[in-house]
C-alpha cells in the first residue's frame, strides 16, 4: 500500500508570494490533517478535512487556507509568504475518525 | 508558556540503556496521549497512543500517563543505534488524532 505522498518535497520562495502544497492521501483514506513544523514552536496543527469539510481549524491567521478534493487530495494555500512562514509542512490522513493517522515525508518550504 | 513542553536534549546513550523522555502539560481537558518518533527528512510515525492515565507496554516501548501530575513518560528498554530519532509527545481532548497539540521534541543518539 502507498504511503502519503506530498509534493513538492522541497519549494524555495520570496517574502509577498503565494504558494500551494499538496496531499494526496493513502488510498481508503478521507481525513487529510496539516501541521507546520518549526524548531521553535514545534508541530503545530493547521486544520483538517474530512470528505471535502473542514472540520477543525488551529490558530493560524488566514492566509493559511486548505480545500480538499472528492477523490480525497488535499491542498493547502499560504498567501503573502513572512519568512516566518518558512518550516516543513506536514500532511496526515486517516481512513475514518477512530483510526490511527499516518504522516507524509513533509514540504521543507524556504522563505527568502 | 506552552500547553506542551519537553525537554529538546539531545539526550545520549549507549547502546542497550534504558531511556525515559518525559513530556509535562497544563490543560487538564487531555485525554489521549501519544508518542512519535520522527527521523530526519521523515515524518513522524506513530509508536504508543494511550487513553486517560495509566501504563501501555509494546516490545521494548512503555508509556506512563499520570494525570493528575500532568506528566507522561516514554521508556525504551534495551536502546539502539536504530532508536536514534526524535521522540515527539502529543496529547488531544478530543478522541480521534484530533486537533493534537505536540511538544518540541527530543533527540535522542544511542550511541554503539
Known amino acids: 500500500k502507498a504511503g502519503v505522498t506530498q509534493t513538492p518535497r522541497y519549494l524555495i520562495k520570496t517574502r509577498g508570494q503565494q504558494v500551494t502544497l499538496s496531499c494526496s492521501p493513502i488510498s481508503g483514506h478521507r481525513s487529510v490533517s496539516w501541521y507546520q513544523q518549526t524548531p521553535g514552536q514545534g508541530l503545530q496543527f493547521l486544520f483538517e478535512y474530512f470528505s471535502e469539510t473542514q472540520r477543525n481549524k488551529g490558530n493560524f491567521p488566514g492566509r493559511f487556507s486548505g480545500r480538499q478534493f472528492s477523490n480525497s487530495r488535499s491542498e493547502m494555500n499560504v498567501s503573502t509568504l513572512e519568512l516566518g512562514d518558512s518550516a516543513l509542512y506536514l500532511c496526515?490522513?486517516?481512513?475514518?475518525?477512530?483510526?490511527?493517522?499516518?504522516f507524509g515525508p513533509g514540504t521543507r518550504l524556504t522563505v527568502l | 508558556q506552552k500547553e506542551v513542553e519537553q525537554d529538546p536534549g539531545p539526550l545520549s546513550v549507549p547502546e542497550g540503556a534504558i531511556v525515559s523522555l518525559n513530556c509535562t502539560y497544563s490543560n487538564s481537558a487531555f485525554q489521549y496521549f501519544m508518542w512519535y518518533r520522527q527521523y530526519s527528512r521523515k515524518g513522524p510515525e506513530l509508536l504508543m497512543y494511550t487513553y486517560s492515565s495509566g501504563n501501555k507496554e509494546d516490545g521494548r516501548f512503555t508509556a506512563q500517563v499520570d494525570k493528575s501530575s500532568k506528566y507522561i513518560s516514554l521508556f525504551i528498554r534495551d536502546s539502539q543505534p536504530s532508536d536514534s530519532a526524535t521522540y515527539l509527545c502529543a496529547m488531544s481532548a478530543r478522541t480521534g488524532f484530533q486537533k493534537l497539540v505536540f511538544g518540541t521534541g527530543t533527540r535522542l543518539l544511542v550511541s554503539p
Open positions: 496526515a490522513t486517516k481512513a475514518g475518525v477512530e483510526d490511527t493517522q499516518y
